[in-house]
């Protein structure tokens, strides 16, 4: 992992941000102490939307409120009522 002092990446932020989404990562320096890590976000994973579709209309376990119920006696309720 390349080191780049804070100053530089100011100078030369363009290059170093397109250098990080082509995946190079950076360590990020201030008057030499290490306090950042630079480089390319995770991909994104789209969903297609009939799996959505079919996640939200699966209907839930019917003992589920019991189950939570029991788990904390001590103030469970039905957010639906």
Do not use: Y
Request: glycine letters at 6%.
């Amino acid at each position: 992992m390349k080191t780049i002092a804070q100053r530089a990446l100011r100078n030369e932020i363009s290059d170093v941000l397109r250098r990080a989404e082509a995946g190079e990562r950076f360590v990020i320096t201030v008057n030499g102490r290490s306090v950042a890590q630079l480089g390319p976000c995770e991909p994104r994973h789209w969903v297609a939307a009939d799996t959505v579709r079919a996640l939200l209309t699966t209907p839930t376990d019917p003992g589920l409120l019991d189950d939570l119920r029991a788990a904390h006696p001590e103030g469970t309720r039905d957010p639906w009522l």
